[in-house]
């Protein structure tokens, strides 16, 4: 089976970091992704990680370490606009994405 | 160009009834995923089509049936319908499974609401 874990909700303060962690378990694993979804929105791709380390896309970074089944979504000078659901999904060896629950990020001013 | 594109956007059903959903991938893009997402929820895997084969079906009931045409565009049925089954349902395309890069990209889904 397959099960992914991460937090229901974090808070965070505009212009500040934040980080959102995703544990999973998989019986077959080639990548983990990340997603944004906003109310009423459908998910938008954030970033893929296939290899350990990280990966920087402007504000946002990601990391994986496949060794601790582990990854994490990095999010600096947050904005107002970054408050939303975010969603770790792995790429399986029968490729197909499953999506963790998703952490519901709040940002206040 | 246009994105994936999926119809209709709201529908209600009555305990029971079947619905169709539609699903149009972008031009090139020969996957289609399908996800049922409740409210508060990540999107659960229904099924994939490559090539019009299914490739992988997630843990739901015969009830839930897709097709994929040879145009690449693809429909959900799903028989005699629950209440458990309002949800936000999701089609994705991609230019091969998850491909090798682990992106999806998601229509806007169609909100079915059974009463």
């Known amino acids: 089976g397959q099960s992914l874990e991460q937090p229901s909700e974090v808070t965070a303060v505009e212009g500040a970091i934040v980080q959102i962690n995703c544990t999973y378990q998989?019986?077959?694993?080639?990548?983990l992704s990340w997603y944004q979804q906003h109310d009423g929105g459908a998910p938008t791709f954030l970033s893929y990680?296939?290899?350990?380390g990280l990966e920087e896309t402007g504000r946002f970074s990601s990391f994986l370490s496949r060794s601790d089944s582990y990854g994490y979504l990095l999010l600096q000078e947050l904005q107002m606009k970054d408050s939303a659901s975010y969603f770790c999904?792995?790429?399986?060896?029968?490729?197909?994405?499953?999506f963790g629950k998703g952490t519901r990020l709040h940002i206040l001013p | 160009d246009a994105g994936v594109t999926q119809s209709p956007t709201h529908l209600i059903k009555t305990r029971g009834q079947h619905v169709t959903l539609r699903c149009s991938p972008i031009?090139?893009?020969?996957?289609v995923s399908w996800y049922q997402q409740v409210l508060g929820q990540g999107p659960q895997f229904i099924f994939q089509?490559?090539?019009?084969?299914?490739?992988g079906r997630g843990n739901f009931p015969d009830r839930f049936s897709a097709r994929q045409f040879p145009n690449y565009s693809s429909e959900l049925n799903v028989n005699a319908l629950l209440l458990g089954d309002s949800a936000l349902y999701l089609c994705?395309?991609?230019?091969?499974?998850?491909?090798?890069?682990?992106?999806?990209?998601f229509g806007e889904g169609s909100r079915l609401t059974v009463l």
């Open positions: 994705a395309s991609s230019l091969a499974g998850g491909g090798n890069t682990g992106e999806l990209f």
């Open positions: 998989t019986s077959g694993f080639y990548g």
């Open positions: 990680n296939a290899l350990d």
């Open positions: 999904a792995v790429l399986d060896r029968d490729d197909k994405i499953i």
């Open positions: 031009s090139g893009h020969k996957s």
């Open positions: 089509y490559y090539e019009k084969e299914e490739r």
